[in-house]
């Protein structure tokens, strides 16, 4: 990941707005769009965005998944910084796609995986924003699942410490915070009973701290485990950090 | 392919039991040993990738400091052997023990050993071999298989092993007190110990510059079967070697607090060969076995990193699938994240039965965290998946990937796809006849469809700027 050490940052920017955004988290997309503008950022939106490629690349299948980010890397061809709302397709660019052509070095592959953030990272080391101005009208107990594609880069705490600083959030800390929900993309369907009781065991121990809002930095965790809270009855209110953001904005 | 992959069946059909006792050995200490190492490196990182870089070097001239390996120990007054494959490995041990008339001997833990299962050939032809470490003394009576690399008896509770013991003869009576069940071992042990003729060790580390051996344990049970026999044998694999013993320093400090928390292991022993004429005992006659078993085939893979592991466990105490399936559902004595890369390249013609381990994770990366090499399992993982579908490996429940390309390599079938998927608020795949993803979406409810509104509100949007 060390090509990740010069990213560039800048006030016009990509927005990728991942498949999951495209088929049910408009709102997500929407927020991303809207928090980057309130810090003054221009935000353009490819047209001819599909997906990043992740689960063919996580199935095995790299020459279909090397086909898809091919595509994505022209589509975002440039020089600008590609914003991404998920920490896993994030990772995806700048590190699962530098695996994929590990044999076959790409040019285009390189530099999309050099200009590429994960949103709350790209907001307070791209943007140097490290407190935010926003507040809840109440007291707000917010649960933070550090997704695991965001080990070992900024966003974990980056998104830590933007939701801390807003006014009335309070973080409940819960037990077994390191462990993954078990969602994984296609491994959740290739094996699940593991990622199903993987992720019955994470909500145990989120729901234990009775938070008013699950958080996280990726779309996926949070809609396996609603998924699996709302078929066993104990549905839980779910946003993305960057919709904490922009609601909490006055 | 419809069907279901083996280690998801372990998941399903794993007692609760069971399951709670590797839930609980394995989180249990988590923090502890988080702890330890950044109690006292400020930069453990920089450690981890120093051990790296050592293994590597020593992976990358393997050939020449076994050979330096080799002369030192055999200036020590050690009989060196090297053995291609398992079958080898056991028969060299089976001759050696032969040709010093050893009918009884003590077996002290070994990974090596598990890999090649020498105790049932050792047994099978005609010599008594007892494990001394208590874990593995406790799955040798149960018949059993560890199921993790350090606490081989992680998915047993006390009363199980209490249970045991009575069943066995160990005990007259039931009494799960984990005190008295190790006291009574030890009684057991000990009188085993005396009348033994050899004792069978692996080594955690062979330094090459100077052939000594170091054998870490916490127990001291490899000292006891030692002491009191005329023939040591040790069973190492070739990646066991590092290059000088001032290089222990590194990996004694990582392996210790990587595997159970402490600052270093309470035993750990020095072996500079067999007794010397002023040591009052130890063995006369010291044999050392190198195994090679496929590990030169996974040096010349794309996952040679695999081979830096010091067998620490660490990766199988994090790993949330290890915690949910156990380390049976694994089916070899590598167990967790250390195993889904191990066992598909060890076995090399076996691959295809072990092509499940590497796509049985969710890639979440606990395990590199932890590992003291810093191996990046979840990126041999995905190496080993990209290897299986190459080599046309079938595999149970996956979802074919081509039409996915294909629909996310032209913009504008996306986009109908998008929108249509919104219209009939569902997915393709909700329909397909694939049994996990039908358990899958059984399991949860998939959220309403959107598909296509964002990109609509940001063309409004545009609009309305312009
Ligand atoms: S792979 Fe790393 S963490 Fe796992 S047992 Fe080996 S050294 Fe330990």
Same mark, same amino acid.
């Given at each position: 990941?060390?090509?990740?050490?010069?990213?560039? !940052?800048?006030?016009?920017?990509?927005?990728?707005?991942?498949?999951?955004? /495209?088929? %049910?988290?408009?709102?997500?997309?929407?927020?991303?769009?809207?928090?980057?503008?309130?810090?003054?950022?221009?935000?353009?939106?490819?047209?001819?965005?599909?997906?990043?490629?992740?689960?063919?690349?996580?199935?095995?299948?790299?020459?279909?998944?090397?086909?898809?980010?091919?595509?994505?890397?022209?589509?975002?061809?440039?020089?600008?910084?590609?914003?991404?709302?998920?920490?896993?397709?994030?990772?995806?660019? %700048?590190?699962?796609?530098?695996?994929?052509?590990?044999?076959?070095?790409?040019?285009?592959? /390189?530099?999309?995986?050099?200009?590429?953030?994960?949103?709350?990272? %790209? =907001?307070?080391?791209?943007?140097? =924003?490290?407190?935010?101005?926003?507040k809840f009208a109440e007291?707000?107990? =917010?649960? %933070?699942?550090? !997704?695991?594609?965001?080990?070992?880069?900024?966003?974990?705490?980056?998104?830590?410490?933007?939701?801390?600083? =807003?006014?009335?959030?309070?973080?409940?800390?819960?037990?077994?915070?390191?462990?993954?929900?078990?969602?994984g993309g296609t491994f959740s369907v290739t094996f699940p009973h593991i990622s199903g009781r993987m992720g019955s065991l994470k909500l145990d121990h989120l729901l234990a701290t009775k938070p008013d809002i699950l958080v996280s930095g990726d779309m996926s965790c949070l809609m396996h485990l609603n998924g699996l809270a709302v078929a066993q009855g104990r549905p839980i209110k779910h946003l993305h950090a960057i919709q904490i953001l922009r609601n909490s904005l006055p | 392919m419809i069907g279901i992959q083996p280690i998801d069946q372990y998941a399903r059909d794993i007692s609760d039991e069971k399951q709670a006792s590797v839930i609980d050995g394995s989180s249990k200490g988590t923090d502890k040993r988080f702890h330890v190492l950044h109690h006292d490196y400020p930069d453990p990182d920089a450690l981890r990738k120093l051990a790296a870089a050592i293994k590597d070097h020593t992976l990358h001239h393997l050939g020449e400091y076994l050979e330096k390996a080799e002369?030192?120990?055999?200036?020590?007054? +050690? *009989? +060196?052997?090297?053995?291609?494959?398992?079958?080898?490995?056991?028969?060299?041990?089976?001759? +050696?023990?032969?040709?010093?008339? +050893?009918?009884?001997?003590?077996?002290?833990?070994?990974?090596?050993?598990?890999?090649?299962?020498? *105790?049932?050939?050792?047994?099978? *032809?005609g010599i008594e071999c007892l494990e001394s470490d208590l874990g593995e003394f406790i799955i040798q009576l149960d018949g059993d298989e560890p199921s993790h690399i350090v606490k081989p008896i992680i998915h047993l509770n006390r009363r199980d092993i209490a249970k045991t013991f009575l069943r066995e003869g160990i005990a007259n009576d039931y009494n799960d007190d984990p005190e008295t069940i190790t006291r009574r071992a030890r009684v057991h042990l000990r009188e085993k110990y005396m009348v033994a003729q050899a004792g069978i060790t692996g080594a955690n580390f062979v330094c090459a510059d100077t052939g000594r051996l170091t054998l870490v344990t916490n127990e001291g049970n490899s000292r006891f079967g030692m002491a009191p026999v005329p023939v040591h044998i040790a069973l190492i694999g070739i990646e066991k070697i590092i290059p000088q013993e001032k290089d222990l320093a590194v990996f004694l400090n990582l392996l210790g607090r990587s595997a159970t928390g402490q600052q270093l292991t309470v035993y750990t022993e020095f072996i500079n060969g067999p007794r010397s004429a002023n040591q009052p005992d130890g063995p006369e006659h010291m044999h050392v076995v190198f195994m090679d078993n496929g590990r030169t085939d996974v040096l010349a893979s794309n996952c040679k990193e695999i081979l830096r592991c010091i067998r620490c466990g660490a990766c199988q105490n994090v790993c949330p699938v290890y915690r949910q399936a156990s380390g049976h559902a694994y089916r070899s004595p590598y167990g967790g994240p250390v195993g889904a890369v191990l066992s598909p390249l060890l076995f090399g013609s076996r691959f295809p039965e072990f092509a499940d381990l590497p796509k049985a994770s969710s890639l979440c990366g606990a395990c590199n965290e932890v590992c003291p090499v810093d191996i990046p399992i979840p990126d041999l993982l995905l190496r080993l998946r990209d290897k299986a579908k190459r080599e046309s490996v079938p595999s149970a429940g996956a979802i074919p990937m081509s039409p996915f390309a294909t629909l996310a390599t032209s913009p504008s079938l996306w986009r109908t796809a998008m929108t249509m998927s919104k219209a009939m608020n569902h997915l393709p795949i909700q329909v397909a006849p694939i049994k996990p993803l039908q358990d899958w979406l059984g399991q949860r409810t998939l959220?309403?469809?959107?598909?296509?509104?964002?990109?609509?509100?940001?063309?409004?949007?545009?609009?309305d700027r312009s």
């Open positions: 990941m060390a090509s990740q050490l010069q990213r560039p !940052s800048g006030k016009r920017v990509l927005l990728m707005g991942t498949c999951l955004c /495209d088929a %049910f988290y408009d709102d997500v997309a929407r927020a991303t769009v809207e928090v980057l503008e309130h810090l003054g950022v221009t935000v353009e939106f490819p047209d001819n965005q599909t997906c990043c490629g992740q689960p063919a690349f996580n199935s095995g299948d790299w020459v279909a998944s090397r086909k898809v980010a091919r595509h994505t890397a022209s589509v975002f061809a440039g020089e600008q910084p590609v914003i991404v709302p998920s920490g896993s397709c994030a990772a995806m660019n %700048f590190h699962g796609n530098i695996l994929q052509f590990e044999e076959n070095p790409d040019a285009a592959i /390189d530099s999309l995986a050099r200009r590429t953030w994960e949103v709350m990272d %790209f =907001i307070a080391n791209g943007l140097g =924003i490290t407190k935010w101005p926003g007291p707000t107990r =917010i649960a %933070f699942h550090r !997704s695991c594609h965001s080990r070992g880069t900024g966003s974990g705490e980056a998104t830590l410490a933007l939701l801390a600083s =807003i006014e009335n959030a309070i973080i409940t800390p819960f037990g077994q915070d390191e462990q993954c929900c078990g969602f | 002369k030192a120990l055999i200036q020590r007054g +050690v *009989n +060196v052997h090297f053995a291609a494959t398992d079958e080898d490995a056991r028969q060299t041990i089976l001759s +050696v023990l032969r040709q010093h008339g +050893v009918t009884q001997l003590t077996k002290s833990k070994s990974m090596a050993a598990e890999e090649i299962h020498l *105790n049932p050939f050792l047994i099978e *032809n959220p309403d469809s959107h598909g296509g509104d964002f990109r609509k509100w940001m063309k409004e949007r545009k609009k």
